[in-house]
């Protein structure tokens, strides 16, 4: 799965169009050279994004009234900063320093700092046991 990335510079045109795409909660801010400078969370600019089925620009008249002030925003004045993980990282550490920073993701990056992919609490957190049922107690029955 790749990360869905628009550049500092790019406008909020291409971005919700990003989004659209992809639809995905979150966006990487990345610079020329793809290192992760911040990310977009969709749900931190409800007037820019809403809806039941995934992402699209929202209609309403206070909606379009804030995004014609922002319309010429561009990526870099909406980002904020990131949670930004080591590649090599335990999952024990990714999931004390995602749950630290109060974050749903974070983003996975080489040594170079460039953006490789994501990772969420639940990705971190081991699978259940496995249940188990027993042999057969009697005839037709299963012991649960």
Known sequence: MTVPTVGERAGLQHLVDVVEASRASHVAVVDEFGRLLGAIDTADHPDLFAGVDGPRVAGTPRHRRRRHARRHAAAGDLMADAVVVGEAWSPARVAHTLTTAGADVAYVVDDLGCVRGTVTI?????????????????RDQVRV
């Open 122 to 138: 639940r990705q971190c957190r081991p699978a259940p046991a496995a249940h188990t049922v027993p042999k057969e107690a009697g």
